[in-house]
C-alpha cells in the first residue's frame, strides 16, 4: 500500500482482555518497529522485525507483550491480560533496507496513525 | 545508550514569526543521525528533516532548518515564516549508525501553537 496502515484505529479493553493490534507495512518494507506513546509523551521503542525475524525486544515492559511477523510483511502485537497502564497509542513504522553507504537521504522511516488503545 | 532532552514542553509564537525548538542529545556512538518530527492532533508522525553526525552543513527543508552544533550536541529545528497549520507536538529523534542500531530514541516532545 501507500501507505503503513493500523488497525484498529481505536481500541477499548476492559482490564484482564487480551488484545490484537495490526500493521501492515508498506510492501516491501524489510524493516517495521512498534513504538507505545503514553498520552503526551514521546514514542518509546518496544520492538523491531528485520523481514520476520524479531532482532530487538528489549523495549517489550514485560512477558504480557508479543510481537510477531511470521511472513515478513503483517506484524501483529498482542497484549494479554491488559492492565490500565497499558493504555497508549501504539504506533508502527517501516522502512526500507537501507544503502550500504549512508547518504543524506535518511530512508525514512514511515509511521501509521497509530492505535489509541483504552484499557477500563 | 542514546537520550534526547527537549526542555520546552510548549511554545506559542505568533503567525509568521521564526521559532526554535530546542533539542539536545547524549550517544557515545561515534556516527548518529538526527531527526524532527511533527505530529498533529490527527496523531501520524510526519518527518521534517534529518542531520547526520557527519554533514558538514546544516540540513535545510523549505521552511525547516536544522540549527546543528556537534560541540555542544544540540540539533534545535527552526521553523521559519510559521503558519497555523504548524501547530502541532514537535519530537526530536536519533538513531546510531555504527552500531547497527535501527531504532529511533525519541525526546519528549514539544508543543508549538501559532497564534493568528
Known amino acids: 500500500g501507500a501507505g503503513v496502515s493500523q488497525s484498529p484505529r481505536y481500541k477499548v479493553a476492559k482490564r484482564g482482555q487480551d488484545v490484537a493490534l495490526r500493521c501492515d507495512p508498506i510492501s516491501g518494507h524489510v524493516s517495521l518497529f512498534w513504538y507505545q506513546q503514553a498520552l503526551g509523551q514521546g514514542p518509546e521503542f518496544l520492538t523491531y522485525f528485520q523481514n520476520e525475524a524479531q532482532l530487538d525486544k528489549s523495549g517489550l515492559p514485560s512477558d504480557r507483550f508479543f510481537a510477531e511477523r511470521p511472513e515478513g510483511s503483517v506484524s501483529t502485537l498482542k497484549i494479554q491480560r491488559t492492565q490500565q497502564e497499558d493504555s497508549a497509542v501504539y504506533l508502527c513504522a517501516s522502512r526500507s533496507n537501507p544503502p550500504l553507504t549512508e547518504t543524506r537521504t535518511p530512508y525514512g522511516y514511515t509511521f501509521g496513525s497509530g492505535t489509541r488503545l483504552t484499557v477500563v | 545508550a542514546q537520550k534526547i532532552t527537549q526542555t520546552q514542553p510548549g511554545m506559542f509564537v505568533q503567525e509568521k514569526e521564526a521559532v526554535t525548538l530546542d533539542c539536545t542529545y547524549d550517544?557515545?556512538?561515534?556516527?548518529?543521525?538526527l531527526f524532527w518530527y511533527k505530529q498533529p492532533s490527527s496523531g501520524e508522525m510526519i518527518f521534517l528533516i534529518y542531520q547526520g553526525s557527519y554533514d558538514q552543513q546544516n540540513a535545510t527543508e523549505g521552511r525547516y532548518s536544522l540549527n546543528f552544533q556537534k560541540a555542544r550536541k544540540s540539533a534545535n529545528l527552526v521553523i521559519s515564516a510559521s503558519q497555523l497549520g504548524d501547530s502541532a507536538m514537535y519530537f526530536c529523534?536519533?538513531?546510531?549508525?555504527?552500531?547497527?542500531?535501527?531504532?529511533?530514541?525519541f525526546g519528549q516532545g514539544t508543543r508549538l501553537t501559532i497564534n493568528p
Open positions: 550517544t557515545s556512538d561515534p556516527s548518529y543521525g
Open positions: 529523534a536519533m538513531r546510531g549508525l555504527i552500531q547497527g542500531a535501527q531504532k529511533l530514541v
